[in-house]
């Protein structure tokens, strides 16, 4: 047979697939969903109300950033105190090992709606001493409150995602930068920690949606966050679509941002492909 001949043959038809239980519940559950999305569209088409809308759509543009200052100051300072948090954990020291131990076991096994109000209304009855050392300015602010019990939080989890990271990395790269001279400090800015970041982008990503899904909570503490703009809507209005468009908004900053880590991670891992 020639080479031609080979190039002519076509591939054996594909067996048929069966109708087996898990196929049909998943085509069941994936109508369920449409469904369930179509009637989400109808209900908002048909109670649309554009007075409504234009009254209180500032309001949401409003909590939106507030959601997004939140998130962003509380992720920015939570990555820098979980560098020294990840280095105590990854010491030989016992007692910083401990320390660091201690404070990722206890803001990753209590609740963060618990560490929210234990800063908002713990740290009021230590007012007198606040005002001594003038600290009581900055958290008699909610939305300081918050950003202090979210950055606490979210350094926990940062520590170990980059202590993860870096214990990631073979021993080997460590051994070969010794083996050319470089410092400690030189070979984990210059070989590890980009190695390490591109392990640690997925987990990051995962933990700012975190943050941003919870932070909802601060709401209760009268922050005027996305969710709290929502509570006011309907506490105004009792109209029910005003957690729908709260919902819609919450699942479009989601969206966004697992596409943008989606594209950073495509593009920093180019050399990785083959």
């Not at 609740?111 to 008699?140: C, D, H, K, N």
């Not at 006011?232 to 880590?261: G, K, N, P």
Request: glycine share 6%; charged share 15%; with cysteine.
């Amino acid at each position: 047979m020639s080479v031609a001949d080979i190039a002519t043959v076509e591939k054996p038809p594909e067996p048929p697939r069966g109708w087996t239980k898990a196929r049909i519940t998943g085509h069941v559950l994936l109508a369920l969903w449409t469904l369930l999305g179509l009637g989400l569209v109808w209900f908002l088409a048909t109670s649309w109300n554009p007075e409504l809308i234009q009254k209180y759509a500032p309001g949401y543009w409003s909590g939106i950033l507030v959601t997004l200052k939140l998130v962003a100051i509380s992720c920015a300072v939570g990555a820098l105190l979980s560098i020294p948090i990840a280095y105590m954990r990854m010491s030989k020291n016992t007692i910083l090992s401990a320390i660091a131990y201690a404070y990722v076991y206890f803001f990753r096994g209590t609740p963060l709606l618990a560490q929210t109000f234990l800063i908002y209304y713990g740290l009021g009855s230590f007012r007198p001493q606040l005002e001594m050392v003038g600290l009581w300015g900055f958290f008699r602010e909610a939305f300081n409150c918050a950003v202090f019990a979210f950055a606490l939080n979210t350094a926990a989890y940062q520590a170990e995602i980059l202590r993860g990271a870096i214990e990631s990395v073979p021993r080997g790269q460590w051994e070969g930068a010794a083996s050319l001279g470089l410092h400690k400090l030189q070979t984990l800015r210059r070989i590890i920690l980009p190695q390490a970041l591109i392990v640690a982008l997925r987990p990051y990503g995962n933990e700012v949606i975190l943050m941003i899904k919870g932070s909802a909570i601060v709401a209760i503490i009268t922050v005027y966050d996305l969710m709290g703009i929502t509570r006011l809507t309907y506490s105004r209005t009792f109209d029910f679509q005003a957690y729908i468009w709260a919902a819609i908004f919450y699942l479009i900053m989601v969206e966004v941002l697992r596409h943008a880590i989606e594209w950073i991670e495509e593009r920093i891992t180019r050399h990785l492909r083959r």
